[in-house]
């Protein structure tokens, strides 16, 4: 479903703007992971490609960049109050599902973690993101990002 969903999210128009959150969703969130697996915090005993690594590969570069650039599409008009409580609508589920994840299958094994620890860093990993694209859009707007390559002459 999330592959599928793919053109309807990333060519949205601004579809630089999701392509950005998309792909360094992914980015940040397969760094984040790694830290997570190698010190020990959260095991995925059942992962996609497990001889190549030790990581969740869908979670982290289909299922959380797909569900932080709806998010950030829910709130890209939206005014502070309610970013921050759409940022509990996504980050709940999210951790629910994780939590379910964990108590009903080995997919994932949490070690030194809990539903508390994902539901602060995925509240915090959205808000950040939605920060981030904030400044971008506020930059294009005066003329910091601007493709216009003409310097007056």
């Not at 940040?28 to 190698?38: G, I, R, S, T």
């Not at 709806?70 to 999210?94: H, R």
């Not at 995925?122 to 003409?150: C, D, E, M, P, Q």
Request: aromatic residues 16%; positive net charge.
């Amino acid at each position: 479903m999330g592959i599928g969903a793919l053109p309807f999210i990333l060519l949205r128009k601004p579809a630089k703007d999701w392509m950005i959150v998309f792909f360094l969703t992914g980015f940040f969130a397969n760094l984040l992971d790694e830290f997570m697996v190698k010190s020990k915090r959260v095991i995925y005993p059942v992962r996609l490609f497990e001889k190549y690594s030790d990581k969740s590969i869908l979670f982290d570069f289909l299922i959380f960049p797909i569900c932080c650039t709806l998010f950030i599409q829910a709130t890209y008009q939206s005014k502070l109050p309610a970013i921050l409580g759409k940022a509990f609508l996504f980050s709940v589920p999210l951790t629910a599902f994780e939590w379910l994840l964990e108590q009903k299958t080995h997919l994932i094994k949490w070690i030194r973690w809990s539903t508390t620890h994902t539901l602060v860093s995925v509240t915090l990993y959205l808000l950040t993101t939605r920060l981030v694209i904030a400044i971008i859009r506020k930059s294009k707007r005066l003329g910091f990002l601007s493709n216009n390559t003409n310097t007056g002459n």
